[in-house]
């Protein structure tokens, strides 16, 4: 099994990215191949809403912007389940979070094409601040990969009251992620 994370902070190695970590570690551990993308390190325009708001790629299939979009959403069509986890910024996603995820329901949802229909996806909401706002993030990334097709395997809010006890739950939802 294969397993794609993405994680959309600007930190590196801060508590949404070691969140993410968590997971691939329990993936590893039974056998799967993982890989974690950091996506603010990737040039990502947002969409322009082309066509008169329907955008080409209804119709066309790809993008009509150059950057490292393509690839990306390449990336998740060739594993079999995506981590996602963004930290909470005002009770929401991150910027670099929206920016790649509505373009990927621009291009993904239109028609039959479902390509990540097959797929589970976890989401994680790391709300590190006051703690507001995590199940908010997650309710609106929960209609991003519910939309996207994705069978959701868990969705898991994540503060710094909950972060110890959450990051030795998310190896385990890795571990299941692959044994089940
Ligand atoms: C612009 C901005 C807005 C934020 N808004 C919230 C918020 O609404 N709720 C919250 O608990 N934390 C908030 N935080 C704190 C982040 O959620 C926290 O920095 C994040 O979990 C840390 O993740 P990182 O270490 O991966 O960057 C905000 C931080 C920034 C920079």
Redesign the pocket.
Known sequence: MKVVAI?S???LD????SLARAVLKGVAAEGGETELVHLNRLELKPCIACDGGWGKCRSEGVCILEDDFQALREKIGEADALVFAT?????DLSESAKVFLDRLRRCETHGDFKAFASKRAIGIA?????????VRALYNLEDYLRRLGFEIFDLVPV?RVSKDHKLGMLEHVGRRLVRS
């Open positions: 994680q902070s600007p930190n801060g508590l949404t990215a930290p909470v910024y005002w009770h790391s709300a590190g601040g006051s703690g507001r706002g995590a503060t």
